[in-house]
Nanobody
Framework: VQLQASGGGSVQAGGSLRLSCAAS????????IGWFRQAPGKEREFVAG????????YYADSVKGRFTISRDNAKNTVFLQMNSLKPEDTAVYYC??????????????????WGKGTQVTVSS
């Protein structure tokens, strides 16, 4: 599975962005997908995850109620809708795939595949 994140950019606080994670390769629909982010000088952290079928989602407390993760297995794509963005959301965002649960990925379970990141910058 190869993953490519896109959709990042620069917005003002309160704005919105929609990230996409496009996948190629077989068995994409078998994988749970997670979004992670890494800000300068900080460790990478879990943001949101979605199960292989899309029926289960999980969010970090810092983004709950503002971000929504979804997937379209027919198009091999996972989305992260980010609303009410804050300066502290500034980071490089990565998508990753794993044969795991969304809860496990939220607590550090090693993912199987990673895409290159996309930069999100939120100004105050």
């Amino acid at each position: 599975v190869q993953l490519q994140a896109s959709g990042g950019g620069s917005v003002q606080a309160g704005g919105s962005l929609r990230l996409s994670c496009a996948a190629s390769g077989r068995d994409f629909s078998s994988y749970a997908i997670g979004w992670f982010r890494q800000a300068p000088g900080k460790e990478r952290e879990f943001v949101a995850g979605i199960s292989w079928g899309g029926g289960t989602t999980y969010y970090a407390d810092s983004v709950k109620g503002r971000f929504t993760i979804s997937r379209d297995n027919a198009k091999n794509t996972v989305f992260l809708q980010m609303n009410s963005l804050k300066p502290e959301d500034t980071a490089v965002y990565y998508c990753a795939a794993g044969l795991t649960t969304v809860r496990a990925m939220s607590v550090g379970r090693v993912m199987d595949y990673w895409g290159k990141g996309t930069q999100v910058t939120v100004s105050s």
